[in-house]
């Protein structure tokens, strides 16, 4: 017997054991993070494939066939994610959308590209993912060596920063923007009088902090994510330091907030539009929030395009098979988005990434400011 029950808030079938009972679907894998550090962002990008699979069940499906979210939790932890890429083949899914750290992701890629299926990024941004000559992979989101630069031309010519600091955690993500974001400070003048990393998962930076801020940064920039970022932000107002703080796209995450309390406030973070400030993605917004009692990350609606991709091309190619995909996928041009229009480019990236700043007030993430195509910042709306 088969009874209706919620989850999260959205409808699925179980049987009265409890195993999942899926008739005959259309299975799009999600490898994310969902234990250690970073589980809550890991959770968020589920939920959002969660939400996009709701949304395409209720409209008839595709291929009339459901389309099931299966997560595998990779722990941002390449051999762990190794393991969930191949749980995901083993599983027979027709595509993988997801993917956080880029340290997963990568070895992931590798097990998937073996496998001959596509994997689309939503949040992992390190270059290298789409220079390995792979054809199966694609991103919504844009690349290291793109926001590094705009991180430094936001240093140097909005804050005015003469020197600044730039500290990453040595993780495949943390250290390509760290690396991007130095060359692209010293291409402008500007003087990087401290480049080091810390070691993840610590208890306390403070001591990392103080010699920082005692070789006189304008600004101290972190590259890695958010659960560091949230305890650096707190140690550093405890000790009363004079740089201006901010971080990339891995610190702009609620949990920096919850851990640093109103120590959080002025923290500012170069990243894609979050979805609160996306004019598309306003029903999306309010259905997240309804369906799963929390505002959404802020890769959730990256994550959401990425699986509403891959099901409409498996609706246009009119087939799962992997190849048709892959091939379907490299012709995606103009895919109306909730983040925008995407087109991938011919290794897979998406062919305009945008950015923007933005900065804690009142204990909450704000728009903050943008460069427009002649280079001047102005007010996000």
């Not at 008739?23 to 990008?45: C, E, F, Q, R």
């Not at 810390?198 to 659960?227: C, E, K, N, R, W």
């Not at 901010?246 to 500012?268: H, R, S, Y």
């Amino acid at each position: 017997m088969i009874k209706p029950i919620l989850y999260a808030g959205l409808p699925l079938l179980m049987t009265l054991g409890g195993a999942a009972a899926f008739a005959d679907t259309i299975k799009i894998g999600v490898p994310v993070p969902l234990s250690g550090p970073y589980a809550s962002a890991g959770v968020d990008v589920l939920n959002a494939a969660k939400l996009a699979a709701a949304d395409i069940n209720a409209s008839g499906g595709v291929l009339g066939k459901q389309i099931e979210i299966l997560g595998e939790d990779d722990a941002c932890d390449a051999q762990q994610g190794v393991q969930a890429a191949q749980k995901l083949v083993d599983a027979g899914v027709a595509a993988v959308a997801g993917g956080y750290c880029s340290g997963a992701a990568l070895p992931e890629l590798t097990a998937l590209h073996r496998a001959g299926i596509p994997y689309i990024l939503d949040a992992s941004t390190n270059p290298k993912l789409t220079q390995l000559g792979f054809n199966n992979v694609f991103r919504t989101i844009g690349r290291d060596d793109q926001q590094g630069p705009f991180a430094a031309a936001f240093m140097a010519n909005y804050l005015k920063a003469k020197k600044v600091a730039v500290i990453d955690d040595n993780t495949v993500y943390s250290k390509g923007l760290a690396d991007n974001t130095v060359a692209g400070l010293k291409k402008l003048g500007i003087d990087v009088v401290y480049y080091d990393a810390v070691t993840p998962g610590q208890m306390d930076y403070s001591a990392v902090l103080s010699h920082v801020a005692s070789l006189g940064p304008d600004v101290i920039d972190y590259t890695g994510y958010f659960a560091e970022a949230g305890l650096m932000a707190k140690e550093a107002a405890a000790l009363h330091l004079a740089p201006k703080l901010m971080g990339g796209d891995a610190t702009d995450d609620p949990t920096l907030i919850k851990t640093a309390g109103m120590a959080a406030n002025g923290w500012m973070a170069t990243c894609a539009p979050l979805p609160q400030f996306l004019t598309g993605a306003k029903d999306f917004v309010t259905n997240f929030t309804k369906a799963y009692n929390t505002a959404p990350g802020p890769y959730s609606v990256y994550e959401y395009d990425a699986v509403e991709i891959a099901a409409k091309t498996i609706k246009s190619a009119g087939s799962t098979d992997p190849a048709t995909l892959i091939a379907a996928l490299h012709k995606v041009t103009d895919y109306p988005g909730l983040t925008g229009n995407i087109t991938f480019n011919s290794v897979g990236d998406r062919a305009v990434a945008s950015y923007i700043t933005v900065i804690v007030k009142d204990e909450a993430w704000a728009p903050y400011v943008k460069q427009t195509p002649a280079g001047q910042w102005v007010p996000v709306q």
